[in-house]
């Protein structure tokens, strides 16, 4: 009954190479983002979707393209990966309506991709 | 986006209460308070939101001076699973898209 999944949970890859990550949430929300955690441990967001619309592109470089084929699912593709890509990649979800907001996000359990 | 500032870390003990307190002096009208937590190798969760006064859940209690210009987090009676990473965030809930701002967030480590 996991909310927000994520695969693969570990990525190691080399310098170059292009990588897919893939997210499903099940909790019927409408909105779905990707954040990337670096070695400090500060949070970004890098990505937000609407029903499979994009609603949000935080300056990321064109070499990572999220795709929403549906609204349970935001996958995140990135070509050319380079080092400083490493980091932890979360998907969250979340659902704006009464008794609820878009802040009140649910996180998946994140994937750790080392580029070597 | 208001900014946030809070303490990088904090020590406790089991079984005491633990405040900690954020400034966001720039906050706007429709600004919210978020506060999530962070488990070594998990996501953030959502702990508690609240605008003004005094919010309160089955985990934590949020309060929220009259000026909005800080908040604090009370975790009751902490025991060591609460050592996490506590973010405080602020932002408008309902018009932003979902934009959440994490900054550096607070450590906290429990002992026994």
């Known amino acids: 009954d996991t909310a927000v999944s994520q695969t693969p949970k570990y990525l190691v890859t080399q310098m170059g190479n292009d990588k897919s990550i893939k997210c499903e949430q099940n909790?019927?929300?409408?909105?779905m983002y990707w954040y990337k955690q670096d070695s400090k441990k500060f949070l970004k967001i890098m990505f937000s979707y609407n029903n499979k619309e994009l609603i949000i592109n935080e300056t990321v470089p064109n070499r990572f393209s999220p795709k929403s084929p549906d609204k349970a699912h935001l996958n995140l593709h990135i070509n050319s990966l380079e080092l400083g890509d490493s980091a932890v990649y979360f998907c969250a979800s979340s659902q704006a309506n009464a008794g609820t907001s878009y802040n009140e996000q649910f996180f998946g359990p994140g994937t750790r991709l080392t580029v070597l | 986006l208001a900014k946030t500032t809070q303490p990088i870390s904090m020590d406790s003990y089991e079984g005491q209460e633990v405040n900690i307190t954020c400034s966001h002096n720039?906050?706007?009208?429709?600004?919210?308070i978020t506060w999530y937590q962070q488990f070594p190798s998990q996501g953030p969760r959502f702990i508690i939101q609240g605008y003004k006064t005094k919010v309160t859940n089955e985990v934590a209690s949020l309060f929220i001076p009259a000026d909005r210009k800080s908040s604090t987090l009370s975790l009751p009676r902490v025991s060591l699973s609460d050592t996490a990473v506590y973010y405080c965030?602020?932002?408008?809930?309902?018009?932003?898209?979902?934009?959440?701002?994490f900054g550096q967030g607070t450590e906290l480590s429990v002992k026994p």
């Open positions: 965030l602020v932002g408008d809930p309902y018009n932003q898209g979902g934009k959440l701002i």
């Open positions: 909790l019927g929300h409408d909105t």
């Open positions: 720039n906050i706007a009208t429709n600004d919210y």
